[in-house]
């Protein structure tokens, strides 16, 4: 068997992937609704909106389909990893009872095993998520259509019924959808997924070891908090070959696998199901409880505030208060997300204090239950509050990257007969000023830290490359972030020319996440900017990932490196 704290933090890894995913599918939402336009007549509206909806769809899709790889990669080393670690613990019982079992490694029904496992698992993941664009999409356009029934009828502001819209949307996180047509939290569903497909791998693996060894009888494993129809048979025998079945053996009832429901979906190992099972030899094992353990397993004997509870009593209470944390950090974000993104000076305000409000509350709330967990004696489950992978923005840059292509309305521009690709019209005022601070900052470092992402610190820490001028703003494939605002290459290539660090000739590195991407676009910031100025220029494939020591990988997703630094020579 696996320990239950394996099991505890064994999806972990890819449940951070999945908050990551699910906080870029917000902000993407976000994005979406702030762009709107409220102010118009219904039939404008709807017509906006549904071709928006349309847009956020293909978005949806595509930040799933960055993710896909990195996540089967995942889910694969789990499901072969917890098969090794299974086989070598029953084996120890069977050593003890004198037998030399495989090694899993090299038997075949066991990789199979393992293998169809993950596969169906994954496939089971994989069709939750591909629902997530028309859960999403639905969601958008509820909240959309809410937003301007509030303020064409004039009961809210814009402000305010902006403001509530973003905050009501995926209030407890995104939703998918089952084939029954039952809806689930996603985090939810990714763990339930997860977890009951390694479970049930393992217990399979479990009993082909044991058959292979000549081992008949499996000890259930006991967990209080277990549900009424496994109480009977938790700590008790089964009996893979029918053999003894209904006996008392060491003090414990012998169950075939038909009585607890082995493979049934309500059964031992079916859905949402603790129970675990291990190897036993009559006259070499001992069982694992007394009479009285099992007794007091569903004994309330935790106590909390004056009152005593059972230990899932008290574990309950403590997934309510992660539930919490974790849709008080969703809101900070939201509140982050229209900082960032919407011209309207007052609803930006209204969202600043909203992010302060919020993180105070989410402050407090995990101050609660640090206490609660001193008080009764439990460990903190960090992964459980976890639900912004680690930094918010990081996900944000994520979807910059991915929509990129949407947003980026191809401008052309003869100047001389030249066609400019990817050009950003820009009042030429603002060109002006963007180009002279360019110039006048006394490192070329175009983005300043946030509370939450501080790239502009962590970029001086990067080692000097030799006879490279390294220039680190925010980016995204066809354009860059100077300080908040979207430049493209031209501009870029002016102020590097006009910079007096700069010496004429040397070649470029862009820290820039992104500006090396070519994949739907064939032409990129990197690849412009080499052409611009004549010189080579190095630049991120995919995110560009900076630590505070000044070290960094480039990769579309925390989890893996399927990136790199890719070098674009001048072509005209
Ligand atoms: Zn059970």
């Not at 017509?47 to 896909?68: F, K, P």
């Not at 791998?201 to 129809?229: D, Q």
């Not at 938790?234 to 070959?241: D, E, K, P, V, W």
């Not at 925010?474 to 290539?493: K, N, Q, V």
Request: glycine content about 6%.
């Amino acid at each position: 068997m696996l320990s239950p704290e394996y099991y505890d933090q064994c999806a972990d890894v890819i449940l951070e992937q999945y908050a990551a995913l699910e906080d870029a599918i917000i902000s993407s939402m976000i994005q979406k609704l702030l762009k709107h336009g409220f102010m118009t007549s219904s039939a404008k509206h709807q017509a906006e909106m549904l071709q928006e909806a349309g847009l956020l769809y293909t978005d949806i899709l595509q930040l799933i389909a960055n993710q896909t790889d990195a996540t089967a990669n995942h889910v694969k080393t789990l499901f072969e990893d917890s098969g090794v670690e299974v086989v070598e613990f029953d084996n120890k019982t069977h050593k003890k009872a004198g037998l030399s079992p495989v090694d899993i490694r090299q038997s075949d029904s066991m990789r199979q095993t393992i293998e169809a496992g993950c596969r169906k698992t994954y496939g089971q993941m994989w069709n939750l998520t591909k629902t997530l664009a028309i859960t999403t999409q639905k969601e958008y356009i509820n909240a959309c259509n809410n937003a301007y029934m509030q303020i064409s009828s004039g009961a809210f502001s814009y402000n305010d019924a902006i403001t509530n819209a973003v905050k009501n949307a995926a209030v407890g996180g995104l939703d998918v959808k089952y084939p029954s047509g039952n809806v689930a939290k996603l985090e939810v569903a990714i763990r339930r997924a997860v977890l009951t497909g390694v479970r049930q791998t393992c217990t399979e693996i479990s009993r082909e070891n044991a058959v292979e060894c000549g081992c008949y009888l499996m000890e259930i494993t006991a967990h209080s908090g277990s549900r009424p129809e496994h109480e009977k048979w938790q700590g008790q025998l089964a009996t893979l070959t029918g053999r003894n079945a209904g006996k008392i053996i060491d003090g414990m009832k012998v169950y075939t696998l038909h009585e607890i429901g082995y493979g049934e979906v309500d059964g031992f190992c079916g859905a949402n199901c603790h129970h675990d099972w291990d190897p036993y030899y009559e006259g070499i094992s001992t069982p694992n409880y007394t009479k009285e353990e099992l007794d007091e397993m569903n004994a309330a004997n935790i106590e909390y505030k004056g009152k005593m509870y059972t230990e899932y009593q008290i574990s309950q209470m403590q997934r309510y208060r992660e539930r919490h944390i974790r849709e008080l950090k969703r809101q900070t974000a939201k509140a982050q997300d229209i900082v960032d993104f919407t011209d309207n000076p007052e609803l930006k305000a209204t969202a600043q204090a909203n992010y302060q409000a919020t993180a105070a509350r989410l402050k407090r709330a995990e101050q609660g239950l640090k206490d609660f967990c001193k008080a009764t004696g439990r460990d903190r489950e960090k992964s459980r509050e976890q639900v912004l992978g680690f930094s918010h923005s990081e996900a944000q840059r994520a979807v910059h990257a991915a929509k990129n292509y949407a947003n980026n309305k191809l401008t052309f521009e003869t100047k001389g007969g030249i066609i400019r690709p990817y050009e950003i019209k820009l009042p030429r005022e603002d060109r002006k000023r963007i180009i002279a601070r360019g110039i006048s900052e006394e490192k070329p470092i175009f983005a300043v830290d946030t509370e939450i992402n501080k790239f502009a610190s962590y970029v001086k820490n990067i080692p000097k490359k030799k006879d490279f001028y390294d220039v680190a703003l925010h980016g995204a494939p066809t354009s860059a972030e100077f300080f908040g605002e979207r430049i493209d290459a031209y501009t870029l290539a002016n102020i590097i020319r006009n910079r007096k660090d700069y010496v004429k000739g040397g070649k470029i590195r862009l820290l820039s996440c992104s500006t090396g991407n070519t994949e739907s676009t064939g032409n990129c910031m990197a690849q412009i900017l080499a052409n611009e100025l004549g010189v080579e220029v190095e630049a991120p494939t995919q995110t560009l990932w900076v630590n505070e020591d000044g070290s960094f990988f480039v990769s579309s997703n925390k989890f893996s490196i399927d990136g790199y630094m890719k070098i674009f020579y001048p072509r005209e």
